[in-house]
């Protein structure tokens, strides 16, 4: 009886010592929590560099139009002539005037280019756009209109004209719409009399085209605070 008694104090004693070895190889062997990485700072991005718009949302946008005679600077009228703006500042944007000429003068009326090579090769225009003669602007001395096809109103293109002195008779819908101005020069107007001056011919077709010619050598986008120190180098200057 007294062996059987030992025995089974032996079993149980030999049972505990088994679970507590058990139970302290679980607790050393349960994989630790591990703690969250911190999160990666924040980066704060470089902002673009600003660059002349070559389509404006703006109420006026200014171009630098270098010619053979001299510069002219030209303030675009977006507020009143969006689609015209936007047509005029789509061919800056691609340089398709840099390189063509004033191919027809006529003194005391206008000056007109956008369109012809040096050689009166006429260049391929994208498609006409809406004429916005209803605009208020008058083709007044030193403003910018779209050129167009007689008869055709809404025949317009990349061909533009600048006013040398006033034209009221261009604001008449005299066959069915009148010419629609979209600028106008603020500064260089003495480089527009210069060309208005210059002997003409014809050439081919074409009547009052320049002897020599009248190149405009590139046309750029500019920014207000460049076209003003312009402006402001036109003006008379205190004694």
Known sequence: ????????????????????????????????????????????????????????????????MTTSKGDIVIELNHDK?????????????????????????IPNFMIQGGGFTADMKEKTADKPIKNEWRNGLKNTRGTLAMARLGNQPDSASSQFFINVQDNAFLDQPRDGAG???????????????AIKVVPTTTKGPNGDVPVEPVTIQKVTVIMPDQAQKMIDAEKPQPN
């Open 81 to 105: 002539a969006p689609i015209s703006v936007d047509n005029f500042l789509s061919y800056v944007n691609k340089k398709f005037y840099d390189g063509t000429i004033f191919h027809r003068v």
């Open 179 to 193: 010419y629609a101005v979209f600028a106008k020069v603020v500064a260089g107007m003495k480089v527009v009399d």
């Open 1 to 64: 009886m007294t062996r059987s008694v030992a025995r089974v104090g032996l079993m149980m004693f030999v049972l505990l010592l088994a679970a507590f070895a058990v139970s302290s190889w679980a607790q050393t062997t349960t994989r630790p929590q591990t703690r969250p990485q911190n999160p990666p700072a924040p980066t704060q991005t470089r902002p673009a560099q600003t660059k002349p718009a070559t389509t404006t949302t703006a109420k006026t946008a200014y171009v630098l």
